[in-house]
């Protein structure tokens, strides 16, 4: 059964700096690539940014120039570094991974606040 296990959220200071992370499990086939995504509330969930076993990247525009996302292939750990916080990237923070054969997994979730 394949597991993502996200940690590293929490609160800071606007300006400051968090890193996420998330560590899959249980997939024998290992994963096309892994992301990051968030939901604040009264708004749908939104993408950060993904990253494929390739390590080819994709950012959301609120994202970049802030954010940097990574991945270690030999543990299934997905990174995600965000630099600069604002108010506004105050949400909760989803890992997903997508396993070769497409089936997409989601973490739990982490908390991230962010106040100036």
């Known amino acids: 059964q394949v597991q993502l296990v996200e940690s590293g959220g929490g609160s800071v200071q606007a300006g400051g700096s968090l890193r996420l992370s998330c560590a899959a499990s249980?997939?024998?086939?290992?994963?096309?690539?892994m992301g990051w995504y968030r939901q604040s509330p009264r708004k749908a969930r939104e993408l950060v940014a993904t990253i494929t076993n390739t390590r080819s990247t994709n950012y959301a525009d609120s994202a970049k120039g802030r954010f940097t996302i990574s991945i270690d292939n030999a543990r299934m750990t997905v990174y995600l570094q965000m630099d600069s916080l604002i108010d506004e990237d105050t949400a909760v923070y989803y890992c997903s991974a997508v396993a070769i054969d497409g089936i997409r997994y989601w973490g739990q979730g982490t908390q991230v606040t962010v106040s100036s």
């Open positions: 249980g997939s024998s086939l290992g994963f096309a690539g």
